[in-house]
């Protein structure tokens, strides 16, 4: 019954910035972690950043430290991915993923609902 949708994916060039969302409809609970992944052609979806139901704890994948944030806004049933200081390597489908646990894990199979996926391109 729950749906994830990711926008905000597009076009950009190297060195600027993007704002991806992940929004929850259908029935949704109220304690849940969200993780953010991406696929590149070629390789295996991987973790990107997750953030904890209180928002207290955030995972970064080291590729994107201090050049990502997480936030959420549980009221709206929303999740962001602020993306800065953007690379060609960061050109990816990226993917949202609820899991029905109040804490983040960076494994893809902890997930249990995905959303369609959002483009993003990043050109040099």
């Known amino acids: 019954q729950v749906q994830l949708v990711e926008s905000g994916g597009g076009l950009v060039q190297a060195g600027g910035s993007l704002r991806l969302s992940c929004v929850a409809s259908?029935?949704?609970?109220?304690?849940?972690?969200i993780g953010w992944f991406r696929q590149a052609p070629g390789k295996e979806r991987e973790f990107v950043a997750g953030?904890?139901?209180?928002?207290?704890?955030?995972v970064y994948a080291d590729s994107v430290k201090g050049r990502f944030t997480i936030s959420r806004d549980n009221s709206k049933n929303t999740v962001y991915l602020q993306m800065n200081s953007l690379k060609p390597e960061d050109t990816a489908v990226y993917y949202c993923?609820?899991?029905?646990?109040?804490?983040?894990?960076?494994?893809?199979?902890?997930?249990?609902?995905w959303g369609q996926g959002t483009q993003v391109t990043v050109s040099s």
């Open positions: 953030i904890s139901w209180g928002g207290g704890s955030t």
């Open positions: 259908g029935r949704t609970i109220n304690s849940y972690a």
């Open positions: 993923a609820v899991r029905w646990l109040i804490m983040v894990s960076t494994n893809t199979k902890d997930y249990n609902v």
